[in-house]
Each structure stands twice: as C-alpha cells, then as structure tokens.
C-alpha cells in the first residue's frame, strides 16, 4: 500500500467525518435524537476530553478543565505528527499493508477529532436549547484549542436490570452499547483492533 493511496483513505475519511459532524452540528440541538432503528440513534452529544468524556482534570485535581483541554488538544497535536512520520516511515520501508492500513485509519480518525478540538470553538457557536450556525457574526462558543468533538452513533443494541448479587453494578440497568461516537473514532478503533488481532502480520519479527 503506497502513501499516496494511505492519503486518499485519510482525505475520504476526513470528508465523510467532518461532513457528518458539520450536518448535525448545525440540524441537531445538543442532545436531540433520531431513531433509525430500535438499535441504532443519531445521537448529538458533544465531548470535551478525552474517550467517554474522561477529562483530564478528573485524575489531576489541581488542572482547572480548560487548562486540562489546552494540554489536551496539544497533546494531540504533537501526537498526530509522530503518527505521521510513522505512516511515511512504514509506507517507505514498504512494511505490511496491515501495518500500513492500520495506521492509516489511526491517522484519519485522530486529525479528523482534532479538527473539532482545535477550531469547532470558533467556527461554530453553541448548540444549547438551538441549532448552531457556521460562522456566527457573534462569534464562536469558546476559542481556538477548546472546541469540543461532535459525535453522534449511538447503538443502545439493548438494556436489561442486573439482578443483585452481580459485581459492582448489582441491581442497576445496564444499557449495551452504552457509548456515544463519530466516524473518526470507528477509524482509530478499527486501526487499533488491526493492530492487535493481525499483529503478527502486522510487525515483522526483525
């Protein structure tokens, strides 16, 4: 698999990505939902940290969470260049095109989140009690490097009341598949299942 046919993937990944969160971001009001089935919702919830909503600030105390999203987004940038260079690097050794495909869709879906992180907060203003708009005259709902990630597939496949005696959540509704996500982040799953199911295809032994 050559660079050039990895950067067509990443640029077809981005479009659909950033399509689909540039359409419910300004059809949806936050928390709005569709049923397209009974076991799968366009859901519109924005997440401002890291997988699930986890933050930063929620293991460090003593980070308030704009410092915390701040050292985030950064983070995430510095993150996607060693990506990057690992991408020219297998494709240039001419590694396995399991290796190289994978990498590829890690690529893809973590540029695709930082799009939203580092400029969905200027571009776009709020999507409380209204639906947003691109490019408000008034502004942005917050600055650059404080966007928030759009997601939206939310496959709730089916809830059922644990009895008692099951660990930690006896007697509370379980709810499979409970988390909410966006096409970048099926792409960064999807590499990094690659990676571990086909490792051995996927990394030589030298």
Do not use: C
């Not at 050039?4 to 689909?20: A, G």
């Not at 397209?36 to 890291?50: A, L, P, Q, S, T």
């Not at 490019?135 to 997601?151: A, F, M, Q, S």
């Not at 970048?184 to 299942?193: E, K, L, N, P, R």
Request: no cysteine.
């Amino acid at each position: 698999m050559s660079l050039k046919k990895s950067i067509i993937l990443i640029v077809l990944i981005l479009l659909i990505d950033q399509i689909s969160k540039i359409y419910i971001k300004t059809n949806f009001k936050l928390h709005e939902s569709i049923d397209v089935f009974n076991w799968f919702k366009i859901y519109f919830i924005e997440n401002d940290g890291m997988a699930w909503g986890t933050k930063i600030s929620d293991f460090a105390s003593f980070i308030s969470d704009r410092s915390a999203k701040v050292a985030l987004t950064l983070f995430r940038v510095v993150a996607i260049f060693g990506i990057g260079y690992w991408l020219y690097d297998v494709t240039k050794k001419q590694s396995s095109k399991i290796l190289i495909l994978a990498i590829t869709l890690i690529f893809a879906g973590a540029l695709g989140n930082i799009i939203d992180s580092v400029f969905y907060g200027v571009i776009f203003n709020d999507s409380y009690n209204q639906v947003a708009t691109f490019l408000p005259e008034t502004g942005g709902y917050d600055g650059l490097l404080h966007g928030k990630v759009v997601d939206m597939l939310y496959f709730p496949l089916f809830e059922v009341d644990l009895p008692e005696w099951f660990p930690f959540y006896g007697g509370k509704r379980f709810n499979f598949f409970e988390p909410v996500f966006n096409i970048a982040d099926m792409a960064i799953s999807t590499g990094f299942i690659m990676l571990i199911v086909f490792n051995k295809k996927a990394f030589s032994k030298n």
